[in-house]
């Protein structure tokens, strides 16, 4: 199939690009590099260097080529970033949806949209694990935003006809088996790459809140590794290839296993076979205390299976692309 990645260049996007073309697809990314990073994109790869809000190229890179499967990766995702510049979040991740559903539209295009969405739209959900049509009350501009973009892609395959779905990730991490591209944030705010430079280079890790109603007290998250979440991607666009005109569906995409934070530092002392300097701090605003998927209907309905979403594997590969790129992609 041929694959329209828009955010390609970024973390999830970068590496569903080398996902795609492992198993035989194409791709063309569409990026502004605002965030990504040119050199994650393989050489081979064409990229069109653009902002979502620019109509005109946007509709050009539509018109020219023919697409199966068009990926929206380019949203902005850092939820304390968003609390401060919401405009920014609401320009970006809605605007910008609202820009390409338009220049689907006017270009007819036939492709299935395959949604990054986030379990952020929840907010602090009332059970865990968490199911598809479960209550969505965000509490951040971030989530909102996420949730704007999911009823305007809903709407509009209602009426124009688009099929499109939007999966919700739980937490994407680890690198791609190759170690050649991996996450590259700056400032970094994620835990495990966190873990990882506490381990590599000594720096005392943050663990924020230990004071949460869980089993030891801090947070508890769902990891997903970055390329089994890249893999359901492409499932997604196959799936929705099959499907009617005007139909939209929402996946939740976690493995359905909670860890918390310090189970994850305990797991990476044990792989990496090195002590992790920690301390607890205070909780950062806007932290569920447990998120994780209900996965039923990503099994279900995509084939989901984990190939690397064990600890392990997560950590170990994280591991390698640091180790191989101490200083990410600069
Ligand atoms: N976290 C932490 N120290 C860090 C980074 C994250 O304790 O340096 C915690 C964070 O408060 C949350 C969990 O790790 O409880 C996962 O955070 P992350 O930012 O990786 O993903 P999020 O769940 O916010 O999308």
Redesign the pocket.
């Known amino acids: 199939m041929r694959f329209l990645v828009i955010g390609g260049a970024g973390y999830i996007g970068s590496h569903f690009v080398w996902e795609a073309l492992r198993q035989g697809h194409s791709c063309v990314v569409y990026d502004n590099l605002s965030r990504g990073h040119r050199a994650s994109v393989p050489r081979e790869v064409k990229l069109i260097q653009a902002d979502l809000l620019d109509k005109e190229t946007l509709r050009a890179a539509l018109r020219e080529d023919h697409f199966d499967g068009i990926f929206h990766f380019a949203a902005f995702?850092l939820?304390g970033e968003s609390v401060t510049e919401p405009d920014l979040y609401y320009e970006n991740n809605g605007e910008g949806v609202r820009c390409l559903l338009n220049a689907m539209r006017a270009e007819k295009s036939t492709a299935g949209l395959v949604f990054s969405s986030?379990c952020?739209i929840f907010g602090t959900p009332e059970k865990v694990p968490m199911l598809e049509h479960d209550p969505k009350v965000p509490i951040s501009p971030y989530g909102r935003s996420k949730l704007v973009a999911e009823w305007l892609i809903e709407d509009a395959c209602r009426a124009y006809g688009l099929k499109a779905m939007a999966l919700r990730y739980?937490?994407a991490?680890g690198a791609d088996p190759s170690g050649e591209i991996g996450e590259d944030h700056q400032p970094?705010?994620?835990?495990?790459p966190?873990?990882i430079l506490s381990a590599v280079a000594g720096k005392e890790?943050?663990?924020?809140?230990n004071d949460f109603p869980t089993r030891d007290g801090?947070?508890v998250?769902d990891y997903i590794h970055v390329s089994d979440l890249a893999d359901a991607h492409i499932k997604a666009a196959q799936h929705l290839h099959t499907l009617k005109p005007g139909t939209f569906d929402v996946v939740n995409l976690g493995t359905g296993k909670g860890y918390s934070?310090l189970e994850?530092v305990q797991a990476a002392e044990r792989v990496l076979g090195r002590k992790i300097p920690y301390r607890f701090?205070e909780?950062?605003p806007g932290?569920p205390a447990e998120?994780y998927a209900d996965n039923t209907k990503a099994r279900q309905v995509l084939g989901y299976v984990s190939r690397y979403s064990d600890l392990d594997t997560i950590i170990r590969t994280a591991l390698v692309w640091h180790e191989k790129h101490p200083k990410g992609f600069s």
Do not use: Q
Request: aromatic share 6%.
């Open positions: 995702a939820v986030t952020a739980f937490n991490c970094e705010t994620h835990l495990i966190n873990v890790l943050s663990i924020f809140g801090t947070c998250r934070n994850i701090a909780r950062r932290d998120l």
